[in-house]
Antibody
Framework: QVQLVQSGAEVKKPGASVKVSCKASGYTFTDYYIHWVRQAPGQGLEWMGWINPNSGGTNYAQKFQGRVTMTRDTSISTAYMELSRLRSDDTAVYYC???????????????WGQGTLVTVSS | DIQMTQSPSSLSASVGDRVTITCQASQDISNYLNWYQQKPGKAPKLLIYDASNLETGVPSRFSGSGSGTDFTFTISSLQPEDIATYYCQQYDDLPPTFGQGTKVEIK
């Protein structure tokens, strides 16, 4: 069965960076785009960007341009999201999610990781 | 960015009631709309894709309709396990954007 398993919770100081991992199983990792979506406490869902695990190509939301980097390691079927220059308003649960389109980005998300809480506090 | 406006923001209904949530896009998005269910402390779950297609394994009491700018999500007979927040999401244009959510509670 398809599973996305994320790394554990992180506590960071303002100005630091965080790198969250998302390990895929149950399907061919390179066949589906991986998206990252975050949710601040008590708030709605915010799309951050996607990575094409086959090519390594990325597309980031304008809001995060220059601060976010999405990468992947196909040998271990794992995608990564690194966010730099953290601020207190980056405190959120970060989710990876698989695109429901085969080999294309359809922009919908059929499988999600369990979420990783990133807390930014001095 | 395309703005998605959901209503109501919350509702309270009895078990067995028909529940309807609406979602309006700020521009024509054809049928490029999904609906998700999120229970507290859990990741969202895809229920409906392409405005009206039921995801595999999702109970048939859930349905969606609409195209263009106006969409509707319906639970035909509310069950206790349906307590959650529901989100619409457009993918006609980048960035994908979500509605603000509708919290469904049992009366």
């Amino acid at each position: 069965q398809v599973q996305l398993v994320q790394s554990g919770a992180e506590v960071k100081k303002p100005g630091a960076s965080v790198k969250v991992s998302c390990k895929a199983s149950g399907y061919t990792f390179t066949d589906y785009y991986i998206h990252w979506v975050r949710q601040a406490p008590g708030q709605g869902l915010e799309w951050m960007g996607w990575i094409n695990p086959n090519s390594g190509g990325t597309n980031y939301a304008q809001k995060f341009q220059g601060r976010v980097t999405m990468t992947r390691d196909t040998s271990i079927s794992t995608a990564y999201m690194e966010l730099s220059r953290l601020r207190s308003d980056d405190t959120a649960v970060y989710y990876c999610a698989r695109d429901l389109g085969y080999s294309i980005s359809r922009g919908g998300f059929d499988y999600w990781g369990q979420g990783t809480l990133v807390t930014v506090s001095s | 960015d395309i703005q998605m406006t959901q209503s109501p923001s919350s509702l309270s209904a009895s078990v067995g009631d028909r529940v309807t949530i609406t979602c309006q896009a700020s521009q024509d998005i054809s049928n490029y709309l999904n609906w998700y269910q999120q229970k507290p402390g859990k990741a969202p779950k895809l229920l409906i894709y392409d405005a009206s297609n039921l995801e595999t394994g999702v109970p048939s009491r859930f349905s969606g309709s609409g195209s263009g700018t106006d969409f509707t999500f319906t639970i035909s007979s509310l069950q206790p396990e349906d307590i959650a927040t529901y989100y619409c999401q457009q993918y006609d244009d980048l960035p994908p954007t979500f509605g603000q959510g509708t919290k469904v509670e049992i009366k």
